[in-house]
């Protein structure tokens, strides 16, 4: 279909605009000074919004003093990969050839999820949350030990919702979670060259919502800069799958690797998978989200098959 012209029919060109043209100078000869305050008026307003704009973006990321986005939300990343030197960590932990990490690094992928599977299992989310919720900070929901948020505490929700839970969940979300978990396994285990059946799920995996309440209790504050591997011995390579957009849903929220000399930021956009080794080379941050909900889910993966979890059933 030929695009429309929705604009107003153009005048023709003739003696109507030249005498417009002409009326218009007659008049800012005659009236200099009502101009001239016009044009006061526009300076004044014009550098009130600069102003203001500068302010808006200091408030945004004055404080952390970024240098490098490593992924921008308007990107669509078919796979990017950095590699960084492993730290000692996995040193004191047994050691599983062909899986423990031997090559350190952070990838991040728009081609793992699609956005429709980032929107079906976010309405995953949704609902579960609905149920509970924290005071502030991060609420969580994790199905395969049936933990959720509530108040300044948490709730199992199978123990709590008993065979009510099937009519809260569909086998079929829980059939989507096993194939996005299915998915970025094998991202990981591609990109780290390891093979996907090395990997075994582990705990704790979870939903989070954050919203720009203030945490209420320590658990809830989810903004500390930390190592996976030091918070939860058994994590070998975290990922996350964002589930919102980054300034079209909430403000603030992005991930930052902590980095001498810079700062590496990953913008969440929905869909988008990020994953990296959990040792102190990856020591990292959420930053606070300062308007509307960003959704996620953490997956982690361990190499040692004695901490490995199942997916979660709905029976
Ligand atoms: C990285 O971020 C932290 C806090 O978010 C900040 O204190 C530090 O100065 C930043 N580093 C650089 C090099 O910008
Ligand atoms: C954030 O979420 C909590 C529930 O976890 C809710 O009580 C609070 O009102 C929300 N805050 C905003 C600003 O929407």
């Not at 000869?29 to 044009?39: A, L, M, Q």
């Not at 995953?124 to 919720?133: D, M, N, R, V």
Request: aromatic letters at 10%; hydrophobic letters at 35%.
């Amino acid at each position: 279909m030929a695009p429309q012209r929705r604009g107003a029919p153009k005048a023709p060109e003739g003696s109507g605009a030249a005498e417009r043209r002409r009326q218009s100078s007659t008049k800012s000869i005659r009236v200099p000074r009502d101009v001239r305050k016009k044009w006061l008026r526009a300076a004044v307003l014009g550098s009130c919004t600069v102003l203001a704009a500068c302010l808006f973006w200091g408030s945004l990321g004055g404080d952390e003093g970024i240098t490098e986005v490593l992924a921008h939300r308007s990107e669509i990343l078919p796979g990017r990969f950095i590699e960084v030197p492993c730290s000692e960590d996995y040193d004191s932990h047994r050691r599983f050839e062909g899986c423990s990490p031997r090559k350190c690094g952070r990838g991040i992928s728009d081609a793992v999820i699609t956005r429709d599977e980032a929107r079906r299992i976010r309405s995953i989310a949704e609902k579960g949350l609905s149920l509970g919720g924290s005071d502030g900070g991060a609420s969580i929901l994790d199905l395969h030990s049936g933990a959720l948020s509530v108040g300044k505490h948490f709730v199992n929700l199978y123990r709590y919702f008993g065979d009510k839970i099937q009519t809260i969940f569909s086998e079929e979300d829980f059939q989507l979670y096993r194939d996005v978990r299915q998915k970025v396994q094998l991202a990981i285990a591609q990109a780290f060259g390891i093979s996907a059946s090395s990997l075994h799920l582990t705990k704790p995996t979870f939903f989070s919502r954050i919203n720009s309440t203030e945490a209420r209790t320590a658990h809830d504050e989810y903004w500390h800069a930390h190592v996976d591997k030091v918070t939860y011995g058994s994590f070998d390579y975290t990922s996350l799958l964002y589930l919102s957009d980054y300034l079209d849903d909430f403000g603030g929220g992005r991930f930052v690797f902590m980095e001498e000399g810079a700062n590496k930021t990953v913008e969440p956009r929905a869909g988008r998978v990020s994953f990296f080794t959990s040792g102190s080379e990856n020591l990292h941050r959420v930053e606070k989200v300062h308007w509307g909900t960003r959704y996620a889910i953490t997956i982690a993966f361990t190499c040692n098959p004695d901490h490995g979890i199942s997916d979660p059933t709905l029976t």
